[in-house]
């Protein structure tokens, strides 16, 4: 069992900067892939970025490329989503989610999840 705790949300301006975490208990990631999704009112969850917990191959949604980054810290079962540049459409609760598939940007195939955390960003 892997249980998944985010922090690191909150409000901010336009233009800001965030950094969310997902700290992970119970066991380690070796060999999951480790992902944020968001998911807005209304909205499908959406992969926003995912990291293979192995080697450190990362991807990432077309809408944040170059504002995102992904990154893992292995000693302290950590991952980190590093949001810069902000706008208002990235308001949404993002989730951390882990699962054994290798990539995926399927809500579906993650075996654990976190609680969410909200995200808001104000013009």
């Known amino acids: 069992q892997v249980q998944l705790v985010e922090s690191g949300g909150g409000l901010v301006q336009a233009g800001g900067s965030l950094r969310l975490s997902c700290a992970a208990s119970?066991?380690?990631?070796?060999?999951?892939?480790v992902a944020w999704f968001r998911q807005a009112p209304g909205k499908e969850r959406r992969l926003v970025a995912a990291i293979i917990w192995s080697n450190g191959i990362t991807y990432y949604a077309d809408s944040v490329k170059g504002r995102f980054t992904i990154s893992r810290d292995m000693a302290k079962n950590t991952v980190y989503l590093q949001m810069n540049s902000l706008k208002p459409e990235d308001t949404a609760v993002y989730y951390c989610?882990?699962?054994?598939?290798?990539?995926?940007?399927?809500?579906?195939?993650?075996?654990?999840w976190g609680q969410g955390t909200q995200v808001t960003v104000s013009s």
């Open positions: 119970g066991r380690s990631f070796p060999t999951y892939t």
């Open positions: 989610a882990a699962g054994t598939t290798y990539y995926t940007a399927e809500p579906g195939m993650y075996d654990y």
